[in-house]
């Protein structure tokens, strides 16, 4: 069995807050693995180490090493911009540039050097087509990103992560923000991802983890409590408070 | 159910009418004095206003020379060389203070002293850049003295109005970016300026706004001189008069109700300017941000 992602005693500290206590977590590859636990858990902190991201909060220590392909990403020479580039990442909010919705896509393929006009225009279509929004706005891609709907921003914001051809896509509760049927629309859309990607999940929706995961990870203040398939997690929990908080005591 | 009064009963309360009246007067007060300046300036001004006016140059002594060419040239070359300066080394400024610096007590007090500086008088910055600029530098009173003295002054509000306008960017167009594996410097460059950048123009426009009606640091500065320019570089280090202090000198010395004519026809050219000016900056503005 590979792993994509392979995290090993990572501590992480907030300046004197001990927001993630020795996370031990091995994350296979092209599967579907759910991050939930009640709100400031440590589950987004988590997602967030594993491109860095963190690295932008002023006064976060980390210890311990995250491994993507058997390389640990906290190294000194790791290359930041290409660790972005491989681990992808959807945020909570749709946050599409203020761009029109073809700059949007191809930000991300400019940075990373390409210039020719139809490799790009490949790469918008192919991009959009595999969030199925090309039909929906392939009329108007010179139009401004902010003028389509939430849920549509959300998968432009998808499509934007592809585009870039990451490896893994790291989602911090990607469809908290939007409406039910956008939501079905993400949630298919990320059965769909797990073919070609890793994908983390971080979700408040207990319903979405068991519908769309493969293995489940339960955040309890910053530790792991129980890690294992989602159906084992959700029919059969080993540890008491698992239970309790997939049948709702508290959370 | 009892009290089953009829809703058609909706009563003004005093309060709020007085209120109303109060919130139509201060605003009717507010417009009537800007109209009637506008107003009185153009009524007197445009009169004596003709394309010889602005097309001529200006003598003290000779009654038929009372153009007002030399001036205009000298305002414009005020502006765009000051903007030259200062709108590069304000937004370069900016964009350090607010996506570079490390925000502790330094970038604190730095904030705190632009603020302060764009309060200060400024006769204050003409006799400053009077004394290192004309003298010391040795750059006499030339546009030149006058530009660089006005970059001083117009500096603190560009930094200010940019500083603001980059820090109302939203993060997560940062963070987006960031995550997609952009370096920091074509995140601030690509995507936080382009997002700041009616912000950023609005602070030129006030520059603009600032510099044309400038006259007490222009005075030391700049100088009087009001001779036609006789070259387009050297002009630079003579001395010139701009249109404010061309409206000063000759309201000063009007004796003749013709000169007074001319103290206004300057004023309604003058308003005009900053007219045009403003309407190219938000030209400018609307261009660039297209989304």
Redesign the interface.
């Known amino acids: 069995m590979s792993f994509k992602v392979d995290i090993q005693n990572l501590n992480l500290y907030y300046g004197d807050f001990h927001a993630l206590k020795d996370i031990n977590i091995k994350i296979r590859k092209n599967s579907v693995t759910a991050f939930i636990g009640p709100s400031g858990c440590g589950k987004s902190t988590c997602l967030k180490s594993i491109n860095r991201m963190n690295d932008l909060v002023p006064n976060c220590k980390i210890k311990g090493k995250i491994l993507i392909d058997n390389q640990n990403i906290y190294d000194s020479r790791t290359n930041l911009n290409l660790l972005r580039k491989r681990a992808g990442m959807v945020f909570q909010r749709p946050n599409p540039f203020p761009m029109s919705i073809y700059d949007n896509i191809a930000y991300g393929p400019r940075i990373h050097k390409i210039k020719n006009k139809k490799i790009l225009d490949e790469i918008v279509e192919k991009s959009l087509r595999s969030v199925y929004l090309w039909d929906e706005v392939k009329d108007r891609l010179n139009k401004s990103a902010l003028g389509i709907s939430g849920g549509q921003q959300q998968r432009l914001c998808i499509a934007r992560a592809l585009a870039v051809e990451p490896q893994i896509i790291l989602m911090d509760e990607p469809t908290s923000a939007l409406d039910p049927l956008s939501t079905i629309k993400i949630e298919d859309l990320v059965e769909m991802l797990k073919v070609n990607y890793t994908v983390i999940i971080v979700t408040h929706n207990m319903q979405q983890a068991a519908r769309i995961s493969d293995t489940t990870a339960f955040f309890l203040s910053g530790n792991i409590v129980e890690y294992a398939n989602t159906s084992k997690i959700f029919n059969n929990p080993t540890d008491k408070r698992t239970e309790d908080y997939i049948t709702g005591r508290f959370g | 159910m009892k009290n089953n009064k009829s809703l058609y009963n909706k009563k003004k309360s005093i309060s709020d009418m007085l209120l109303k009246f109060l919130i139509y007067l201060s605003t009717t007060i507010t417009i009537s004095i800007f109209l009637s300046i506008i107003i009185y300036i153009l009524y007197n001004g445009i009169p004596y206003l003709s394309l010889k006016f602005i097309s001529t140059a200006y003598s003290e002594i000779d009654s038929s020379l009372k153009g007002i060419l030399p001036m205009l040239i000298n305002t414009m070359y005020i502006v765009i060389i000051t903007l030259l300066f200062a709108v590069p080394i304000g937004i370069a400024s900016a964009i350090y203070l607010t996506q570079y610096a490390k925000q502790g007590k330094l970038v604190k007090s730095i904030r705190f002293t632009t603020e302060i500086l764009s309060g200060i008088p400024s006769v204050i910055f003409g006799l400053f850049g009077y004394t290192i600029f004309c003298v010391i530098l040795g750059l006499g009173t030339s546009i030149l003295s006058g530009c660089l003295t006005m970059m001083l002054c117009v500096l603190p509000t560009i930094i200010r109005t940019s500083e603001e306008a980059l820090l109302s960017v939203?993060k997560?167009?940062k963070?987006?970016?960031?995550?997609?594996?952009?370096?920091k410097l074509?995140v601030v460059l690509?995507?936080i300026v382009?997002?700041a950048i009616s912000g950023i123009i609005t602070s030129i426009i006030l520059a603009i706004g600032r510099i044309v009606g400038e006259s007490a640091a222009l005075l030391y500065t700049s100088g009087m001189a009001y001779n036609m320019p006789k070259g387009m570089f050297s002009h630079i280090f003579s001395s010139g008069r701009t249109l404010t202090l061309h409206l000063y000198q000759t309201a000063k010395q009007a004796n003749t109700p013709d000169s007074f004519s001319q103290a206004f026809a300057t004023a309604t050219i003058l308003l005009i300017l900053v007219f045009i000016l403003n309407v190219i900056a938000s030209t400018i503005s609307k261009i660039v941000k297209?989304?």
């Open positions: 939203p997560s167009y963070e987006g970016a960031i995550a997609l594996g952009a370096g074509r690509e995507i382009p997002s297209k989304y």
